[in-house]
């Protein structure tokens, strides 16, 4: 009967314990869903305003850049746009989280709309890293030249709005371990 009582206590003990963990990865795990609405809206406003227009021999024939000339830029938009969303959404249930730091069933919702949302980054990165590197780089097989050596500020932009993405790509993977850190404490 007294060792009964004994792992009973022990078990009160350790969920004592796992409570402030939990809530300290909640906070956490607020913190990184802000700092990642940061990033991907960042990137989406940063692709979606990027334009430049260069001068031919004359004033009237003009070249421009812009990203919605190449499908892969708006795919790249709208899925940080829609990343941007979620997260936005989702900071509801991480306050929640915050407040309760026991809750289960939500964490593992979370972790499931997480990886979605991974997902459709990392194909939106993706795409919009293959277009920047032929940018930067070119192709002589199939006589692709190099943009970025005329479109500097172009070039510049989309660089700089795919690093912000793929920050948000490590955000959600240190999210989903997170969640399941908090999970596996319970």
Request: with cysteine; glycine share 8%.
């Amino acid at each position: 009967m007294r060792s009964g009582a004994l792992e009973m206590g022990s078990e009160v003990a350790k969920g004592a314990a796992s409570g402030p963990v939990n809530r300290g990865a909640a906070v956490v795990d607020f913190f990184l869903r802000v700092v990642a609405i940061i990033a991907t809206l960042g990137s989406a406003i940063a692709m979606g305003t990027t334009n430049e227009t260069l001068p031919f021999f004359t004033q009237f024939i003009r070249f421009r850049a812009k990203y919605t000339d190449l499908p892969m830029f708006t795919f790249f938009v709208v899925a940080n746009s829609v990343v941007s969303a979620y997260l936005v959404l989702s900071l509801a249930l991480s306050i929640f989280h915050i407040m309760r730091s026991r809750a289960h069933a939500s964490r593992i919702v979370l972790i499931f709309f997480d990886a979605g949302m991974l997902a459709l980054l990392t194909a939106g990165a993706s795409a919009a890293a293959a277009i920047v590197y032929l940018a930067h780089k070119g192709n002589s097989r199939a006589n692709w030249i190099a943009i970025c050596q005329q479109f500097n500020s172009f070039c510049e932009r989309i660089s700089g709005s795919l690093i912000g993405s793929f920050g948000g790509i490590l955000i959600f993977v240190v999210l989903i371990l997170l969640s399941a850190v908090a999970l596996s404490r319970r």
